[in-house]
Every structure is written in structure tokens, then in C-alpha cells.
């Protein structure tokens, strides 16, 4: 009502213009224009400021409670756009609701080997490793909600959608943010935090794809449904303690149909300043799980492709480290991070050798490996919205025993490497493009040249800067 | 390998004990929140201020050591208003402290009992990056610091009871020296009153609408989008229909931008400080005035 009223009198001083102009000039006539724009816009700002705190009002007549408590946290969504004029307690309805972010992604790929038989020499990852299909796709794309479920949790659902129409359950978790001690307990389907890369989502990687020893050690990335505590030391050192249980399921690991524990992990971070310009957090983190059956083909002596199956005792070891640099601290415009890990696997136990006997008898037998990698990556943000960045993948072999299946099966000698640089244009905090070239040598004598063309787009609720 | 081990158990219970010592440990995300909880709590407080003058509060990480310095607070001190949104919630979600959460006595707001001005009309992200609840740089406008002043010495008595008429006695004295600062301040500046200026970023709303400056244009063509050539060429256009005096920027800021333009149109460039700490005369909240007035007056010469 009140804003018709303010619409009318725009208008109204609009309808008087013309009298006036006709002796004036065009600039003035702009002049004129802009103030009147200026004029309805602070009238309409001011309309809006008053139904707010009207609406305001009537929510907290409607709860009676003290204001202090009704003020939303800061964690949640943007306040709803503004609603009309007539609101009443049923539009509240949806006031709670949880902050909403989607991610859109979608990439150009360029390989020159057939990404379907994507494969890294001497390692049996599964899961999504392979680079994206040729031509066009999205890539993973996702889609989130997240808000505070009550005083004492946070809550957490991000689906993942595949170019392929499938649906994803990434994470699922809640958190305890208010327990006392330092203790910050989370619960559901969570990415590890072991490692640095670990526990960030694709989308805020420094390059399209992940590091090669996440592909070979972990499958892309480790997940699992479980319990995770973690604990902040009370130093001005950043002092971070953390455990996990899980289900284990995901590589390295299997499903298991088993009561109890799959997978447990732990891990210690360290981090702080250096100066007013330098930050940097470096961690260690150990992994275990027991893997039983997990299945894998492997080309054996003879060249036939046979089906293998890995039962035992999986452990992970992996150091981290990154450094930010940026002049006093504000990388607005330039800033320098360098980030590497080291990754070392211990695997115990028996492999069955052609598990589906579809060559003769199975034969299984002790097996043991001792295999390791590492990557380094530097980025350099040289204008506010532009980056370049270059990265080095290594993985060593390492040594394998195959017990009396060594008959079967030859060592791999070979040390699968990538070479990758990468530049991107961030227009605004909710969008990037970036085109990324990379040699990758994975297995001997083949070369996959790839080329990756990849936007990220955010919509909705802002996210947060993690580092 | 023992004996490091020692010290660490050694450092570990020395923190442990430290905060009882200092009565509050104080978290400001920025400087002049530190400034003030100084004026306001003296030696019964311990500050920690997240960033600096140097830093664009927009894009500042939820790095370690600031979820590290979250953890031991007792007050976290914000502007609110969605300034900290980028990296604040993921702090305090990682701290493990349950004092600072939000809506806990802990957790500080200072947007909150200032009136928000340029809340925006329309909420879309092709409007750059705008703040829902409205301009979060309130700490433009001397008056919001007092305003501020007064909620926080509260704040400050409710969690430490005990020291409650030292900070209400601080309290006191330091609006009555502020007030007659403001008053200062207002009086130097008004031949201020009405100069047309150009700004780089939307920060000196408050500023603007306290001393009566006009602002023209904006070198971002919109909110934290860094300015392009063909933005800039389109307010230099403006800027020969209606001429200003200057074109302002934060000290954070590139100077690149307003220099462009200043050479151009043949206006002076004024740096402000921003916050306490932007340059080397801004050293408290007093002199952050002092010279803010300063440097404008000697803009619109």
C-alpha cells in the first residue's frame, strides 16, 4: 500500500517533468531522470526497511521470545528476497530453511588415449578415476543443503549428480558445534579429513582433476559413513587432533557384510602465520582398513586379462603440507600457494588369482606390497581475477610379492608420472573457467595428452573459504 | 624424542592455564572492533584482531590460526551484516567453543545496533556482491562507532561480571571523549558538506551520508567486481557532465583504478585508511578520524 503510494508520487513528479524541460538541455533531463531514480529507489529501500521490521514485529509477537534469540545466526542463508506486503505467519513457514548451494560444472575434454581404459601401471584403484569422456559433459555437479539443525548441531546433505544421471549421496553428516573442550564430534557420510586435498570438494581444487596418488591410493577421494571426533588444542598454534571409524567400504576398502569397524584413521594437523603474509598447516594421517574380496583385473604373464581378488590389510600414510602466501595477507590481488603430499601403502593378506576361474583352477596365495607417490602443485594469482598454476604427479611401484603367484604375475617396473598446468579466470567469487593441459605417462610407452576446457559455477548461498 | 614430548605437554598445560590469567580473550575480526574493545576494556582484556587494515575483509580464508585464536576466545567480536560471511561461520563451526557460537553471549554483532543503510531493493548475484541486511562498513561514520560502544561495554561487563564497573566507568569516559571528538571531527569536516566524489568501493556509504559528501559513481561497476576499462571510460564520461573533487579508495585496495581515473578527469587520488591500521597515522580510533577528515580535506582542495 505504502509503496504504491511512493510508486504515485514518482510518478506524479515524473508528469510534471516535461514542462519543465522544455527548456532544458539533455544532461540536465538525465540529471533530472537520476534523481528521481535515486529518489524512488531510497523511497523503495526505505519502504522495505519498514516492512522488514513490521514483519520483525509481528515474528517476535508471534514468539515472544527475546530478540537476542530470534536474530538468525550468521551461518545460515541470505535473508529470503523480500516478500510482499502481506505477510503473515504462514509465509514464515519457510524462514528455516536451510541454505541452499549449487554447483555447476561442466568440462571440454581433449584426450588423445580412450579415456574408458583409463589405468595407472602396477595400481588397481576402482572408483571414478578416469578423466571425463571426450568431447563435451558436465562434470560433477552439486548440490547442497546446509543450516543448524538446533543449538548444539549443524547439519549437512550434498547429493553429487553425474554426468550419467546418477545421484550421489557426497556427504551426509551432522556436526556438534557447541560441546565444550575443544571436541568437535561429526556423524554420517563425511570425506576424510586425512591429507590436505581430502576433505575438499572438486569443485574448490586447483586443478580439474585429482592429484594422481589420490586416484592410485584412495580412489579419487576417501569417504566413508562413520563417526569422526576431532580436537583443537587451546594454543595460539593451530593444534588439530582427529580419529575415524567407519564403514570402509569405499576403495581402498570393500563392502564387507560384517558388524564392527571397516576403516579407522588418524591424523594430526599443524598450522599458523608466518609474519602477516605467509599461512601454512602440514599433517600427518594414517588409514587402515581391511579390504575383503576386493576385486581388480590385471593382464597376467600369458596377456590374459584376469580377475583378481585382494583380501587383507590396507594402511595409509600420508604427509601434508601447504603454504599461502600473499602481500600482508590479502590475496585479493596476488598470493602463492604450494601444496604437496607423500602418500605410502602398506597391503597384507591373499590374493586369489584368477578369483572367477574363468582361466583354470583359482590359486591364492600371500601377497604383500609396499608402494608410494607424491604430487606438488604451485598457483600464482598474478591479476584479482587471474591464476596460473603447474603440477607434478609421481608414483612409485614400489615392490610387490605375489607369494607362489608370482608365477602368474610380473613385477611392474614402470613409474607412472603427469606433468600439468592449469589457468583460470574467477570473474567473481561464484564462477571460474579454466583451461588445463597435462602429459600424463601412465603406463610404459603410452602418453595421454589432455586438454580440459572446465567452468565451475555457484549458485545461491555463499561459500565459505576454506583453506 | 622424551624430552620433546615434555615440552609439548609443557606448552600444552602453560595454554591451558594462560586463559585464566587474562580475564577475556577478546577475537575482533577487524581492527577498529579491536581498537574499541581496547578503549573500553584496557588491561582486563586480551585482543586478538583477525585482520588487518591490509586486508580485504571480503576474502579473508578460514585459515588455522584463526580457528586456533576462535578456540580460547571468550567474546568474538563481528561486524555482522554478512562482511565475515566468506570465512567467520567456518571458523567458528571448526573452533570446538561453545561461547562464541551464534546466539551464544559470546558472539558479538556490532551491525546490529547500528541502522543499516543501502539494503538492497533487489537480491540478485548480477548485482555483484551485495550484503542482504545492507552496507556492513559501518565503521565509516564516527557516530557508529559510539553507538557500538555502549552494547559492547555491556558485553563486556555481562561476561565478566566482575570488572562491570570497570568497563561502565571506561565506558562512560570514553563516550564523553568521543562524543566531544565527533563534535571535533563534524566541525572540521563541514566545509566538506556537499563535495562530489567518485569512490572505488561501496565502502564509504556511512562516511558519505555522515559528512555530507556526494558520491557520483562507483570506479566497481558492481559491488567487489573489480573495475574494467570499459566501466571506468563510462565514468569518466560522467565525471565531464558532473565534475567531483576526488575519487576515494581503502587502503587495501589497488591504487590502480582510481589513479587511471585521477589522472584522467585531474583529480586527486585520496587513500583512507579505512580502519585503524591503514596507514601510519591511522594508529588508534582517534587518529583513524583525524586523519580520514585530513586527507579529505586536503582532497578537496
Not at chain 2, 551485495?130 to 553507538?147: E, L, M, S, W
Request: proline residues 6%; glycine residues 8%.
Amino acid at each position: 500500500m505504502s509503496r504504491s503510494i511512493g510508486l504515485a508520487a514518482a510518478f506524479a513528479l515524473a508528469g510534471l517533468l516535461p514542462c519543465h524541460a522544455l527548456a532544458a538541455t539533455d544532461a540536465d533531463l538525465a540529471e533530472i531522470r537520476a534523481q528521481i531514480k535515486q529518489l524512488k529507489e531510497s523511497y523503495e529501500a526505505r519502504i522495505q526497511a519498514l516492512e522488514e521490521r513490521l514483519k520483525e514485529a509481528e515474528a517476535k509477537g508471534a514468539s515472544a521470545r527475546p530478540a537476542e534469540a530470534t536474530a538468525p545466526p550468521v551461518a545460515t542463508a541470505p535473508s529470503p528476497a523480500p516478500a510482499a506486503p502481506t505477510s503473515t505467519a504462514s509465509s514464515l513457514a519457510n524462514a528455516f530453511n536451510p541454505a541452499i548451494t549449487a554447483v555447476l560444472q561442466g568440462v571440454y575434454a581433449n584426450l588423445s588415449q580412450d579415456p574408458t581404459k583409463y589405468a595407472i601401471a602396477g595400481f588397481v584403484p576402482s572408483g571414478d578415476i578416469a578423466p571425463a569422456k571426450r568431447g563435451f559433459s558436465i562434470a560433477e555437479s552439486e548440490l547442497g543443503f546446509s543450516a543448524n539443525v538446533d543449538d548444539k548441531i549443524y547439519g549437512n546433505l550434498v547429493f553429487s549428480l553425474a554426468p550419467d544421471n546418477s545421484i550421489e549421496v557426497e556427504e551426509a553428516y551432522g556436526m556438534f558445534t557447541s560441546l565444550p573442550y575443544g571436541i568437535v564430534p561429526k556423524f554420517g557420510r563425511f570425506l576424510s579429513s586425512i591429507g590436505y586435498l581430502n576433505d575438499k570438494h572438486q569443485h574448490v581444487w586447483n586443478f580439474f582433476d585429482a592429484p594422481l596418488p589420490y586416484q592410485a591410493f584412495l580412489g579419487g577421494q576417501f569417504k566413508s559413513d562413520g563417526l569422526q571426533v576431532k580436537w583443537i588444542a587451546p594454543t595460539d598454534l593451530y593444534l588439530e587432533f582427529g580419529g575415524e571409524i567407519g564403514d570402509g567400504s569405499s576403495f581402498p576398502g570393500t563392502d564387507r557384510n560384517k558388524n564392527g569397524i571397516g576403516s579407522g584413521a588418524v591424523y594430526a594437523h599443524a598450522g599458523g602465520e608466518l609474519g602477516t603474509s605467509s599461512e601454512w598447516r602440514a599433517g600427518l594421517s594414517y588409514l587402515q582398513l581391511r579390504p575383503d574380496g576386493r576385486q581388480y583385473l590385471q593382464t597376467d604373464v600369458f596377456g590374459n586379462t584376469v580377475l583378481q581378488s585382494f583380501s587383507g590389510r590396507s594402511q595409509l600414510t600420508i604427509a601434508d603440507f601447504v603454504w599461502k602466501w600473499a602481500p600482508n595477507g590479502n590475496a585479493t590481488r596476488t598470493s602463492f600457494t604450494l601444496q604437496g603430499e607423500y602418500f605410502w601403502r602398506r597391503e597384507t593378506g591373499d590374493l586369489t588369482f584368477d578369483a572367477d576361474g574363468a582361466f583354470g583352477p583359482t590359486s591364492t596365495s600371500g601377497y604383500s606390497s609396499r608402494q608410494s607417490g607424491w604430487y606438488l602443485d604451485g598457483v600464482y594469482k598474478f591479476l584479482p581475477a587471474w591464476r596460473v598454476g603447474a603440477r607434478y604427479d609421481r608414483l612409485a611401484t614400489g615392490t610387490v610379492d605375489y607369494g607362489a603367484n608370482g608365477v602368474f604375475l610380473a613385477q611392474e617396473s614402470f613409474n607412472p608420472q603427469r606433468y600439468s598446468v592449469m589457468f583460470d579466470y574467477t570473474p567473481s567469487e561464484f564462477s571460474r573457467f579454466r583451461l588445463q593441459y597435462q602429459q600424463s605417462k601412465l603406463q610404459p610407452d603410452v602418453t595421454d595428452n589432455q586438454w580440459f576446457l572446465q567452468y565451475i559455477l555457484t549458485l545461491g548461498a555463499h561459500g565459505a573459504h576454506k583453506f | 624424542m622424551i624430552s620433546s614430548l615434555k615440552i609439548l605437554a609443557a606448552t600444552l598445560l602453560a595454554a591451558l592455564a594462560a586463559p585464566a590469567l587474562a580475564a577475556l580473550n577478546i577475537f575482533a575480526t577487524m581492527p577498529e572492533w579491536g581498537a574499541l574493545t581496547e578503549e573500553l576494556g584496557g588491561d582486563k582484556v586480551k585482543i586478538y584482531t583477525a585482520t588487518n587494515a591490509l586486508q580485504d575483509a571480503h576474502h579473508v580464508e578460514a585459515k588455522p590460526s584463526l580457528i586456533a585464536r576462535a578456540r580460547s576466545a571468550d567474546l568474538v567480536i563481528a561486524t555482522g551484516a554478512e562482511l565475515e560471511i566468506g570465512w567467520l561461520p567456518l571458523v567458528i563451526q571448526q573452533a570446538g567453543n561453545p561461547k562464541i557460537q551464534p546466539g551464544k553471549p559470546g558472539y558479538f554483532e556490532a551491525t546490529r545496533y547500528v541502522t543499516l543503510l543501502e539494503k538492497p531493493v533487489r537480491l540478485d548475484r548480477a548485482e555483484g556482491d551485495v550484503h542482504p541486511g545492507g552496507n556492513p562498513h559501518i565503521q565509516t561514520d564516527a557516530r557508529n562507532i559510539g553507538k557500538v560502544a555502549g552494547p559492547l561495554a555491556a558485553k563486556l561487563a555481562e561476561l565478566d561480571p566482575d570488572n562491570a564497573a570497570f568497563y561502565q566507568a571506561r565506558y562512560k569516559a570514553f563516550a564523553e571523549k568521543w562524543n566531544a571528538a565527533v563534535a571535533r571531527w563534524e566541525k572540521q569536516a563541514a566545509p566538506l558538506r556537499g563535495t562530489p566524489i567518485i569512490v572505488q568501493h561501496k565502502a564509504f556509504t556511512y562516511l558519505e551520508a555522515w559528512l555530507g559528501l556526494n558520491q557520483v559513481a562507483a570506479l566497481e561497476p558492481k559491488p567487489g567486481v573489480e573495475p574494467t576499462t570499459a566501466h571506468l571510460t563510462e565514468v569518466l564520461a560522467t565525471l565531464q557532465r558532473t565534475p567531483v573533487k576526488m575519487v576515494i579508495r581503502a587502503a587495501y585496495q589497488s591504487d590502480r583504478a582510481s589513479q587511471w581515473i585521477a589522472e584522467r578527469a585531474k583529480i586527486n587520488a585520496v587513500m583512507l585508511p579505512f580502519t585503524v591500521g591503514g596507514d601510519a597515522e591511522a594508529k588508534d580510533l582517534y587518529s583513524l578520524y583525524d586523519d580520514t577528515i585530513a586527507r579529505l580535506l586536503k582532497g578537496a582542495q
